[in-house]
């Protein structure tokens, strides 16, 4: 039987080129989308955003800062026209005395009339020039001592509400310091006085808050919050050891209310930082005593 010749390519008798052709045309298109893809991914990609800086107005020490520079301006001003027109004064005193001078001479002269004559007149025509200028010279002082006043007028208004803002933020700083302080005893109440009946509780809390409003304690407390450390607290002693840690006290240990609890204050030779009011102790304020659970 003869054999059968098939048109049906091979494997074996397709060419290298011809098997690796879906894998050109894979490739390619990959290439292509890769690209398109990332035109696409450009075009559409946000805008970089521009970092817009926003003009603010000027702090009162800024202020101060630029209008004490046109203080100064103003008054090398006042004083170069103040040697202007004291310049011109005199120079309108002698031309007046020459003028009067020239005029007396020409009763004498009449030989030297038209001489006379003629500086007498251009004399008068200097004075009137030196008028006319010690007239502008003194207009535009006054103008620059307006504008000095005004000037100034506006420094001292700008020092006046800096200290007004001073005195508030410093008041702030203080009203801070007593809310801390007055929290702080609440604490200690609820910290030492945990357990017992209404009348037991609240003689607990009246001895602690009597304790903790001794001025003393009241110094220290506001020492620790003017120089920036830690605000006091109260601790109790739990270790066999009755050894404090360093800037403590106990707070009493002959009331069994307080025995064993101790104050943690702060470094008392570290200094106070600026911007409070100088005050020897907090201002007084009604001692709230919470009502007893």
């Known amino acids: 039987m003869a054999n059968q010749e098939t048109d049906d390519p091979t494997p074996s008798s397709m060419s290298p080129a011809l098997m690796l052709l879906p894998m050109a045309v894979a490739v390619g298109a990959l290439a292509v989308g890769l690209v398109v893809g990332g035109g696409f991914a450009w075009l559409l990609k946000p805008a970089e955003q521009v970092e817009v800086q926003v003009m603010r107005d000027p702090t009162a020490d800024e202020l101060i800062g630029l209008c004490k520079p046109q203080v100064e301006e103003k008054v090398g001003e006042l004083v170069e026209a103040q040697t202007r027109v004291s310049s011109l004064e005199a120079d309108v005193k002698a031309k007046e005395a020459r003028v009067a001078e020239l005029e007396a001479d020409m009763s004498k002269r009449a030989e030297r009339g038209a001489a006379v004559s003629r500086e007498l007149e251009q004399a008068r025509s200097e004075l009137a020039s030196l008028r006319s200028e010690l007239a502008t010279a003194l207009t535009q002082k006054a103008q620059i001592e307006q504008e000095l006043q005004i000037t100034v007028a506006k420094l001292q208004d700008t020092e006046v509400k800096l200290e007004e803002q001073k005195q508030l933020t410093d008041r702030a700083k203080e009203d801070a310091l007593v809310n801390k302080y007055e929290r702080f005893k609440n604490d200690a109440q609820l910290e030492i006085c945990e357990k017992g009946g209404r009348k037991k509780m609240t003689n607990c809390r009246e001895a602690v808050l009597a304790h903790l409003s001794n001025p003393q304690i009241r110094d220290k407390f ?49 200094p106070e930082s600026d911007g409070f009011l100088n005050e020897e102790h907090l201002p007084g304020t009604p001692d709230a005593l919470p009502e007893a659970p």
């Open 222 to 270: 506001s020492h620790c919050v003017r120089s920036g450390q830690a605000v006091p607290t109260v601790i109790e002693m739990t270790a066999k050891s009755s050894q404090l840690p360093d800037y403590s006290q106990w707070i009493d240990q002959e009331d069994k209310v307080t025995k064993d609890w101790y104050l943690q204050f702060c470094d008392p030779t570290l």
